[in-house]
């Protein structure tokens, strides 16, 4: 009570800057342990224990005539120093400390929680194998900043949730005021996603349904079941897409790539459910079609069914020509009597009969070798789309492998 008493005149000077020459700084060192990092979705939302001292030029005395070196006061009995973190977004809901540590040399302590919720701007371009650098300013709005010198101390690094903590640096910039007098200071921290939800959650299960669908070309194209079996995996894959939905981030100037993949995977499996039925019906129809045109023959036929490995089967040359040749002869012998030229008639009509069944066969042999044509066709661009599904899947693992080392080598 006595110590209290004999305090009682520097209370008074609440109102001011406890230094006895105005002209003299007063030195703030502010520390703080990030004590984790609760989520970041729209907004950061960051718990951190700050830490300040300064001294009071008004107090001291004897710890041994007083009978103690330090004491708890009230808050709103000394000046507190105005810095405030510039990208706070909402009130600040940690509990209050109401009191200060005084010590016998003047030195002030006040020690409080945080919880920051800040807006960052978020590169999500690699999401989940993103690093973040955020900051928290720390600044004075009335004071200059020739007045605030700022150290920062990071002893304990103690992180919750989706995201470890990698470092945190300081930096002291000029603010950006006409006159230039006022300095912030910045804490950078870096943050690296944890991955392994991601990976398992999503990643994975689209690796698992593109590949099942890659293995669904084995199943024969001209059979009902291979579309059926496509559709539900399209299904499938759009509901997977709906509940995960909110695990991915918000998109904003840049779209990441794991949306890329997504919708390269969903473009996949409905490429291959239209070709699917393009065969089927190839397959199904091909007598009807008219022939393949000339353009199509040389470069599907002949360019991708050799790219493909399904070179065009060789044709058997047909005799038709000299069956033609022999048809069109007349029967040999010259002019005769009445029977002779029965039979001749006879012969000629008995040719032209022949004529019209070859001309049948024939064209039903064209039609055959047009359909079969038309096939081959089909089982090229299956077995080209089968090849880009190959393509496209080992690009996928291999980006997805090195983008991952990559976020845990920086």
Known sequence: PSLLAALSPAFD???IRPVE?????TNISVYFTLYGILGVVFKK???IFVFQWWKNEYISWDPVQCGTDNISLPKEKFWLPDIVINEFMEENKAPSVPYVY?????????SFPVRVVSSCNLNIYTFPFDIQNCSLTFN???????????????????????????????KKVPNDDELGLYTDMLAFYVMRRRATMYVVNLLLPSCF????????FLLPPQSVDRSSFKMTLILGYTVFLLIMNDLLPITGNIIPLINVFFSLCLALMVASLLETILI????SN????SPVPRWIRIFVLNFLGCLVCMPRKTEKPKNSAVAEMKSDEGPPGTEGSAEEDEALTELKSLSRVLQAVRYEIEQQQKGKQSSEEWIQVGFIIDRLLFGLYIVFISVSFITIIIVWINSYNQ
């Open 13 to 15: 000077l609440s109102a």
């Open 21 to 25: 020459n105005q002209l003299t700084y």
């Open 45 to 47: 939302l960051t718990e």
């Open 102 to 110: 005084l010590f016998n040399d003047g030195t002030m302590s006040n």
């Open 140 to 170: 004075s709005y009335i004071y200059y900043g020739e007045s605030l010198s700022s150290k920062l101390s990071k002893n304990v690094m103690t992180t919750m949730g989706e995201w470890e903590l990698m470092d945190i640096t300081a």
């Open 209 to 216: 349904l593109i590949t099942v669908d890659l293995f669904s």
């Open 280 to 283: 089927t019906n190839l397959l």
């Open 286 to 289: 091909s007598p009807d079609f």
